[in-house]
């Protein structure tokens, strides 16, 4: 069965350090792959795609994404966390039936 | 409009009543979503509108909940006879044609059922 795997509930960085959120699907081919991250009581913001091409995607706010597909995976980082980036963040996978299928999602505080 | 509309923003209701979850999606889009987000539960995909038509109810997670669109624009959550479980962020989310990966996402309705 698709699925979306995301193994991490909680995750607590230090300012300036670096983040890495782990995200794994089960499917037979390659899907198309999203991150999303929602801020306190916002609603759902796109940080990055991935269809095709170049395994390294960067999105905004300083965050990148590597696909490896003998992993299944598609690993969100950013180098250097700000106290704003303290969210909830999805990672998301398209598998061709029209309705994108969601992780669990990872909690992320950033502490000063 | 603009972006995707949903309202009320926040909803607190009493176990056993009705409530009515409203989504206006953006100008356009004739497809349709609706997901869950309950607390460390992800998004759980609800209902899935292509134009008027809903060809796929499955995420449904009873017969107490039900979905219209109308004029292929408003759409309506119904959940009747409410249960606690069903306290949740009611998503809606919106994009052009059958484009599942393009999704742009309203808001959410907070529902707090006391």
């Known amino acids: 069965a698709q699925s979306v795997t995301q193994p991490d509930i909680h995750i607590t960085v230090s300012e300036g350090a670096s983040l890495e959120l782990r995200c794994n699907y089960s499917?037979?081919?390659?899907?198309?792959l999203f991150w999303y991250v929602q801020s306190p009581g916002q609603g759902l913001q796109l940080l990055l795609k991935y269809f095709s091409g170049d395994t390294l995607v960067q999105g905004i706010k300083g965050f990148e994404a590597e696909f490896k597909r003998s992993q299944s995976s598609f690993n969100l980082r950013k180098p250097s966390v700000h106290w704003s980036d303290a969210a909830e963040y999805f990672c998301a996978c398209y598998f061709f039936d029209y309705k994108l299928s969601f992780g669990a999602g990872t909690t992320v505080t950033v502490r000063a | 409009g603009a972006g995707v509309s949903q309202s009320p923003s926040n909803k607190v209701t009493e176990k056993g009543k009705d409530v009515e979850l409203r989504c206006d999606p953006i100008?356009?889009?004739?497809?349709l979503y609706w997901y869950r987000q309950s607390l460390g539960q992800g998004l759980e995909f609800l209902i899935y509108?292509?134009?008027?038509?809903?060809?796929?109810k499955s995420g449904l997670p009873s017969d107490r909940f039900s979905a219209e669109r109308t004029g292929g624009s408003v759409s309506t959550l119904t959940i009747q006879r409410t249960q606690q479980e069903d306290s949740a962020v009611y998503l809606c989310a919106s994009s052009l044609g059958r484009q599942g990966e393009k999704l742009f996402f309203g808001s959410g309705t907070q529902l707090s059922v006391l």
């Open positions: 499917y037979g081919a390659t899907p198309y």
């Open positions: 509108f292509q134009g008027n038509s809903a060809p796929d």
């Open positions: 100008s356009g889009h004739t497809a």
